[in-house]
């Protein structure tokens, strides 16, 4: 046996003293990316609802908000198929993973960071689809003020992580925990951020296309509201609620989307009655 044929083959992935793929960095980094984009789309879209994906896009059909609900599910989607190619790199180069450590880990937060730079520069300020808050008159400043507030803390956790040394093999469990904790915080609140706030009884309810007005008021009274407002076509009510009925008696009534928001009337705002 030749002296080159007894030594150890170190091309495995995987093997001792090998750093992983610059494969597995960019596949960690574009699930980053996503979980960007599920972030804001969830946070932003349904949770605060201060916007949809294309909310300053004009055009009377967009004026509906089935369609507006309809482009953030679309959107969503195609963030889906990121994270699922995103996936199937890091299976590709699954060899590598022990050694990753906090350089992978940072790398989804350097993606994340990343999102957040391309919604902002992009979507909002050069293309101009929608903005951080459409319902206020300085949207300048909710867009810097997001991108501080969810730009730059990940991208600095991503700059400490990836100017760290691989650990040893094995020694990479640390990271995955702290991921999955971090995946479980977001999880679980995201249901308490949805509840409604204490003392704003007056919601937004919007009811099916063609249900017609009469019976959007029936199933709104039925609900245990008072309807205080509505459009032209009856089906988008203003809902006072102060009188014992709830969020989920709506949704049971038939209501397709409850705006709730806290902070600012939600992206069911631009139709609300005027003050």
């Given at each position: 046996?030749?002296v080159?044929?007894s030594?150890p083959?170190?091309?495995?992935?995987?093997?001792?003293?090998l750093?992983?793929s610059?494969?597995?960095?960019?596949?960690?980094?574009?699930?980053?990316?996503?979980?960007?984009?599920?972030?804001d789309g969830?946070?932003?879209?349904?949770?605060?609802?201060?916007?949809?994906?294309?909310?300053?896009?004009p055009?009377?059909?967009?004026?509906?908000?089935r369609?507006?609900i309809?482009?953030?599910?679309?959107?969503?989607?195609?963030?889906?198929?990121?994270?699922?190619?995103?996936?199937?790199?890091?299976?590709?180069?699954?060899?590598?993973?022990?050694?990753?450590?906090?350089?992978?880990?940072?790398?989804v937060?350097?993606?994340?960071?990343?999102?957040q730079a391309?919604?902002?520069?992009?979507?909002?300020?050069?293309v101009?689809?929608h903005?951080?808050r459409?319902?206020?008159?300085?949207?300048?400043?909710?867009?810097?003020?997001?991108?501080?507030?969810?730009?730059?803390?990940?991208?600095?956790?991503?700059?400490?992580?990836?100017?760290?040394?691989?650990p040893?093999?094995?020694?990479?469990?640390?990271?995955?925990v702290?991921?999955s904790?971090?995946a479980?915080?977001?999880?679980?609140?995201?249901p308490l951020a949805?509840l409604p706030?204490?003392?704003?009884?007056?919601?937004m309810?919007?009811?099916s296309?063609?249900?017609?007005?009469?019976?959007?008021?029936?199933?709104?009274?039925?609900?245990?509201g008072?309807?205080a407002?509505?459009?032209?076509?009856?089906?988008?009510?203003?809902v006072?609620?102060s009188q014992?009925?709830?969020v989920?008696?709506?949704?049971?009534?038939?209501?397709?989307?409850?705006?709730?928001?806290?902070?600012?009337?939600?992206?069911?705002?631009w139709?609300?009655?005027?003050?």
């Amino acid at each position: 046996m030749s002296v080159a044929s007894s030594q150890p083959d170190h091309t495995m992935r995987g093997a001792p003293g090998l750093r992983p793929s610059s494969g597995l960095f960019l596949s960690a980094g574009l699930l980053g990316f996503c979980l960007g984009g599920f972030f804001d789309g969830i946070l932003l879209h349904q949770v605060l609802q201060w916007h949809h994906f294309l909310s300053l896009v004009p055009g009377e059909a967009l004026r509906d908000i089935r369609n507006q609900i309809l482009a953030d599910g679309l959107f969503h989607v195609a963030v889906y198929l990121l994270a699922a190619l995103g996936l199937v790199g890091l299976w590709r180069t699954r060899g590598g993973l022990p050694l990753a450590g906090p350089r992978m880990l940072g790398s989804v937060f350097l993606g994340f960071a990343l999102w957040q730079a391309v919604d902002v520069v992009i979507f909002h300020w050069i293309v101009g689809i929608h903005r951080v808050r459409v319902d206020v008159p300085d949207p300048l400043t909710w867009d810097i003020g997001w991108l501080l507030v969810t730009g730059l803390p990940p991208l600095g956790i991503a700059l400490w992580l990836m100017r760290r040394p691989d650990p040893p093999s094995g020694a990479s469990r640390g990271g995955t925990v702290l991921a999955s904790v971090l995946a479980a915080l977001v999880l679980a609140s995201g249901p308490l951020a949805a509840l409604p706030p204490a003392g704003a009884p007056v919601v937004m309810v919007l009811y099916s296309a063609g249900q017609g007005a009469e019976a959007s008021f029936a199933a709104a009274v039925a609900a245990g509201g008072r309807v205080a407002w509505s459009d032209p076509s009856g089906e988008l009510l203003a809902v006072d609620l102060s009188q014992g009925g709830s969020v989920m008696s709506l949704y049971r009534s038939g209501a397709v989307m409850v705006g709730w928001s806290s902070l600012g009337g939600g992206c069911l705002a631009w139709t609300q009655k005027p003050a």
